[in-house]
């Protein structure tokens, strides 16, 4: 029987390693996406900065739609991603005043989700979503308090280079519990956060080897956590345990340590391809271009492994405005549940915010396993359907929070156009003539009535176009 | 039993505009059928194949486990099982402590043990070691999973279930969704509370909503045929479910309360084909021993009661269970008390038309490859057993080829 792994496998591992990145669920959306919706027009440019914010954040109440969209395109694409110019005093006012128990795991939960929701830096907290999600932990092995430092990591240090990323990430304590780097000692290394590191944070299956994953598991022998304050671990190098002897990773050798391990790894053009797909497909669409990832992973290459940098292309291309990108992502149920808090300016203690995402299978801090959650079409399971409907149905019966003073849902019953109102709000008023008719037509049959109100409100909600990002 | 076109008729009976309510399931089909698969037909259409996924990478050593080897006990010295802890199957091997549930099974002949399988250059990755199981292609050029056209077009919403969060690939995807479905309570679409009799016209303007959201729209299809397939299933799994009463008592985990769900639709003749549900957490890279306990015990027991439950319902004889996971674990144990990631592992069958006993050869650990194990029986030879032997399906047509299957089944 032929050796396991020792060769790299060219032809599986090169053939699947398009399918591996990208996952299952990639395949699911390659077979049920039809082809790209053309809209009849070119998105105007309140459409398109509603796309920014749904994407770059969790969406935005009129109210915050039009300050944004005073800044003008590149100027609200310049607030969003150099958000350390953008004071939050007010978030953690609001948070203080909630009284919640960070050692808790579902207060923790609700602290997360009222900062996306009260956020005034939404991309901030976007791409602590996205990190949580690529360089997993969950509560499952690391306490509470672990978690939160985690979170605090990223929210940190979210937009720095990639290797200063990475390297902070195998430090952290909660990372250490979840792939065993707190015991992987000199003589027997654990290959858990190597393998894990390389197959699924940046290099992808089908670029590297079983050899690679035991020498650079050797790399990091010697990381390890001082455990003697119980509340806060702390990672301390550990030389009695370091493997100090020569390893070969990815064709370079040397006495490495993990740090080493990093950039040789960072330095791989399939990692450049790897994370810019990553950060594509967050933010843009499902199925980029070839020529769309050259350019960013020259992006990244270029710029010292920024992911600013990255992520500021991204947001100002033309591919991320394009027809292409419109509607193109199917919102996450914390993209759905905190967008729909944002735009309806819903005030809450957030509990039925954290409830009403579990309850659409995402768990925040309790990933799957540990390549996060394959997204996409993944989300549209028919008891994850069921979900979303019932949230649309709580929200419109005023049980996951009040309406702030002024707010959409606030402006509805005052004469007007209650439909036209709703569909602006929601759905960037891009809806076509026969869906109106039919939220025209339900709330014409008794158009005074609270039932009927919130029906529609129900229906704006429930209505396909709304779960696309 | 209740198929599609019933509740087509109910539907129509409810629905003033009733029209557009075939156009939404009829477009839905039509539109899905483009890209799915095409399905293989079943002749043993009144069976039930339930699979159990272990999630992580079971460690097939500890919990079949060769504990008169000494080459056992040389390779994991703290966390190999010690022979007076394990439920012996015969000389040479015998269950984890945990597994009494699976035990009792084989004491009464229901239980078979196929060793050692796995495939020709295994992959050690999560991710693409559960694709190769997913799609029955170690070469992972295939897209479909194995169990997705056994699930037919014209039959009813519960052919087949996913309990869980999302469909799992090795369902995937049938021309119209399976349900996937994690509290049966919450499994419904819940009226205004406080203007419940208001449903049925919401309920209609949401149909005519889907309805009117046509291709090239994005995801048109998928969310289509979620919403038709979830409206559906909802309506029948009340009705189901309300009609069947559990003789045991199943414990209460996850994995129990999806085993009872299948109990129910098998107990009510819902035409269940195909239950599928996951269970994690055997990724034991450290501190293995207590995680690996509670999750066997876990399985031992969840199945054990879901047995029962079929046997008193009379239903044993027309269910097979079959667990698998991605991957085994490392031969060796390692520094943190764990196992790293592995190759092959033993897999189960159970059943009342299965024949109780050992299958395939066994592992030798005097001949490791690079620390792992060489693989003996091939998956797909499991795989082809339950589709010819089981379901009456045409094996090779799923599966690309003929594959050797195994005698683990009455006729």
Redesign the interface.
Same mark, same amino acid.
């Given at each position: 029987m032929p050796a396991t792994g020792q060769r790299a496998g060219l032809t599986r591992r090169q053939a699947l390693s398009g399918a591996a990145l990208l996952g299952m669920g990639l395949v699911l959306q390659a077979a049920v996406r039809t082809t790209r919706a053309a809209h009849a027009e070119p998105l105007d440019e309140r459409v398109k900065i509603a796309h920014l914010l749904r994407r770059a954040g969790f969406g935005a109440s009129p109210r915050e739609l039009a300050e944004y969209q005073a800044l003008g395109l590149s100027g609200a694409v310049d607030r969003l991603v150099n958000y350390e110019q953008v004071p939050n005093v007010e978030l953690e006012v609001r948070l203080n005043e909630q009284g919640l128990d960070l050692s808790d795991p579902l207060d923790l939960r609700r602290w997360w989700v009222l900062r996306m929701v009260h956020t005034a830096r939404p991309l901030e907290e976007k791409m602590v979503l996205f990190w949580h999600g690529l360089l997993t932990s969950s509560l499952a092995k690391a306490m509470p308090p672990l978690m939160l430092a985690q979170n605090q990591f990223f929210r940190a240090h979210a937009l720095d280079d990639f290797p200063s990323i990475l390297k902070g990430i195998s430090r952290d304590p909660a990372m250490m519990r979840w792939l065993d780097l707190e015991t992987n000692r000199k003589g027997h290394a654990n290959e858990n956060f190597a393998r894990e590191l390389m197959e699924l944070f940046t290099l992808g299956v089908g670029n590297y080897t079983e050899q690679d994953v035991r020498e650079v598991a050797r790399a990091f022998t010697g990381w390890a956590l001082d455990r003697s304050n119980p509340e806060a671990p702390a990672w301390y190098f550990n030389q009695n345990q370091h493997d100090s002897g020569l390893k070969t990773i990815l064709g370079q050798t040397g006495a490495f340590t993990g740090d080493d391990a990093i950039d040789i790894i960072v330095r791989q053009p399939a990692a450049a391809r790897f994370i810019s797909t990553k950060l594509f497909r967050f933010f843009a669409y499902p199925d980029p271009e070839p020529e769309v990832i050259d350019d960013l992973a020259a992006t990244f290459t270029s710029s010292g492994f920024s992911i600013r940098a990255v992520v500021q292309r991204i947001l100002s291309s033309d591919a991320f405005f394009s027809d292409r990108a419109y509607r193109a992502i199917i919102k996450s149920p914390t993209d759905l549940v905190v967008g729909t808090a944002r735009t309806l300016e819903l005030e809450t203690i957030g509990t039925p915010l954290v409830q009403a995402i579990d309850a659409m299978g995402q768990t925040l801090l309790l990933p799957p396993n540990v390549a996060g959650w394959p997204g996409g079409p993944a989300w549209m399971g028919t008891g994850a359907w069921l979900a979303r409907m019932n949230f649309a149905n709580r929200v419109s019966s005023g049980q996951v929070g009040t309406p702030a003073p002024g707010s959409l849902l606030t402006q509805l019953g005052s004469g007007g156009d209650p439909v036209g109102t709703l569909v602006d709000g929601l759905l960037d008023g891009v809806l076509g003539q026969p869906q109106r008719d039919v939220l025209a037509s339900y709330l014409a049959a008794a158009p005074d009535t609270e039932e009927r109100q919130r029906g529609l409100v129900y229906l704006a909600m429930a209505l396909p176009e709304y779960h696309l990002a | 039993m209740l198929t599609r076109r019933s509740f087509l008729k109910r539907s129509l009976a409810t629905a003033p505009s009733a029209l557009l309510v075939p156009a939404l399931f009829e477009r839905a089909v039509a &539109?899905a059928a483009q890209?799915?698969s095409t399905p293989v037909g079943v002749s043993n259409t009144g069976r039930t194949l339930i699979v159990i996924q272990m +999630?992580?990478g079971n460690d097939g050593l500890n919990t079949v486990v060769p504990y008169t080897d000494g080459r056992y006990h040389d390779l994991r010295p703290r966390i190999g099982l010690a022979p007076e802890t394990v439920l012996p199957l015969n000389d040479r091997l015998g269950l984890h402590p945990s597994l009494g549930g699976l035990k009792a099974l084989w004491d009464s002949g229901a239980l078979a043990v196929v060793e050692n399988v796995g495939y %020709?250059?295994? /992959?050690?990755?999560?991710? %693409?070691a559960m694709?190769i199981w %997913?799609t029955a292609d170690? &070469?992972?050029?295939a897209?479909q999973g194995w169990l997705a056209s056994l699930v037919d077009v014209g039959g009813h919403p519960f052919e087949a279930l996913?309990f869980g969060?999302? =469909?799992s690939?090795a369902l995937?995807?049938p021309v119209v969704?399976?349900?996937?479905?994690?509290?049966p309570d919450?499994?419904? =679409? &819940?009226?205004?509370?406080?203007?419940p009799r @208001?449903e049925p !016209?919401?309920t209609q +303007? =949401?149909q005519?909503?889907?309805a009117?959201?046509e291709?090239?729209?994005?995801?048109? +299809?998928?969310? %289509?045929a979620? !919403?038709t397939? !979830?409206q559906e /299933?909802?309506q029948q799994l009340k009705t189901l479910t309300a009609g069947y009463a559990p003789t045991v008592q199943y414990p209460a985990t996850p994995l129990a309360r999806g085993l009872q769900v299948f109990a129910a639709l098998i107990a009510r003749d819902a035409g269940l084909r195909v239950g599928y549900t996951l269970l994690?957490?055997f $990724?034991t890279? /450290?501190n293995q021993a207590q995680q690996h306990a509670r999750q066997l015990q876990t399985l031992g027991d969840a199945v054990s009661a879901f047995y029962q439950d079929l046997q008193a319902q009379g239903k044993a004889q027309d269910v097979l269970v079959m667990t698998w996971s991605e991957f085994g674990r490392r031969a060796a144990e390692? !520094?943190? =008390? @764990?196992t $790293?990631?592995g190759?092959a592992a033993p897999l189960f069958l159970l059943g009342g038309r299965v024949c109780g006993g050992l299958y395939g050869d066994p592992p030798d650990l005097g001949n490791l490859?690079?620390g792992?194990l060489?693989?003996s029986t091939d998956f797909r030879s499991v795989y082809a057993t339950v589709l010819e032997g089981w379901l009456g399906a045409d094996s090779s047509a799923i599966l690309g080829s003929r594959y050797d299957t195994l005698p683990a089944l009455t006729t």
């Open positions: - | &539109l890209e799915r +999630a992580g %020709e250059n295994p /992959s050690l990755s999560h991710f %693409e694709h %997913e170690p &070469l992972a050029k897209s996913n969060t999302s =469909l690939p995937c995807c969704p399976p349900p996937t479905v994690t509290s919450a499994y419904r =679409l &819940l009226p205004d509370p406080q203007f @208001g !016209a919401r +303007a =949401l005519q909503l889907y009117a959201y291709p090239p729209a994005p995801y048109a +299809a998928l969310l %289509e979620a !919403a397939s !979830a /299933s909802a994690g957490g $990724d890279h /450290s390692n !520094a943190s =008390l @764990g $790293d990631h190759t490859d690079n792992n060489r693989y």
